[in-house]
């Protein structure tokens, strides 16, 4: 029997659920079932054996959809295996360092605390101005912040293949 992944996500203007789509892609063809879910749609945690679990990043924050679904369901997902992955800053270099340390958010730390993630990533995002109001294209000219889309597809694939690694592993 397969193991069932639940790869959800939420996102603001669509790249963190194409990244979500990718991970999904890289679980299936290792052998894997996936299903790619945006959290708000989710009300029931049986049918999955394994989560992966992500949110576009604004101002240091996840999507209040995805930290609404972390805290409610807390308690299941620390019985299970979960990976947790952000997705936000844009430029060039390491993506931490672009967020000045940044990994994950403080205001639900001591949920992922309880939740013993195995790992948690923090992949580049995409700001794309035909996606974007009026109000955060000013926001983003404020802050200088790059436009363009700066996803390491690479990076990404190869973290979904290391998750189906260890879900291959593990005893059925």
Known sequence: M????????????????????????????????????????VTDLAPYQAFVLGSAVYVGQWQKEAASFLEQFEEQLAQRPVWLFSSGPTGKGDPAQLMKGWRFP???????????PRDIALFHGALEPKRLSLAEKLVIKGVKAPLGDFRDWDSITSWAAAIADSLKKQPQ
Not at 106 to 116: E, G, M, P, S, V
């Open 2 to 41: 397969s193991i069932h992944v639940m790869v959800g996500y939420a996102t603001k203007h669509g790249a963190t659920s194409e990244i979500a789509e990718r991970i999904g892609q890289v679980l299936r063809e290792a052998g894997l079932s996936a299903d790619v879910v945006a959290v708000e749609s």
């Open 106 to 116: 403080q205001a639900l730390q001591a949920t992922a605390d309880r939740i013993l």
